[in-house]
Nanobody, 123 residues
Framework: QVQLVESGGGSVQPGGSLRLSCVAS????????TAWFRQAPGKGREGVVI???????SYADSVQGRFAISRDYSKNTLYLQMNNLKPEDSAMYYC?????????????????WGQGTQVTVSS
């Protein structure tokens, strides 16, 4: 059973930055499809960015140019650098992975989820 643990959330002012981390319990996770999702109160869980096992990356339009995903194979860790944060970025952020290298944006595709880390952007 793969375990994912997120950290790095917090409260920032608009325009600020945060870096989220997601540590995986197994090294193989960093070679598979991994993703970041977020869920704001009263809304559904939405995809933020997906990272394919082969390295291809896709960002949601709402974060393109502001967020960047990366991974450190040696640390079994996935990162999400978030810059120029906006109030509408406020949400619980989750990392997720599956047993495959291919990715898609459907939450149902992902088998393993972290517990989430809260991001709040307000002045």
């Amino acid at each position: 059973q793969v375990q994912l643990v997120e950290s790095g959330g917090g409260s920032v002012q608009p325009g600020g930055s945060l870096r989220l981390s997601c540590v995986a319990s197994e090294k193989t996770v960093t070679a598979l499809c991994t993703a970041w999702f977020r869920q704001a109160p009263g809304k559904g869980r939405e995809g933020v960015v997906i990272l394919k096992g082969a390295g291809g990356i896709s960002y949601a339009d709402s974060v393109q140019g502001r967020f960047a995903i990366s991974r450190d194979y040696s640390k079994n860790t996935l990162y999400l650098q978030m810059n120029n944060l906006k109030p509408e970025d406020s949400a619980m952020y989750y990392c997720a992975t599956t047993d495959f290298k291919r990715c898609n944006w459907s939450t149902g595709y992902y088998k393993y989820w972290g517990q989430g880390t809260q991001v709040t952007v307000s002045s």
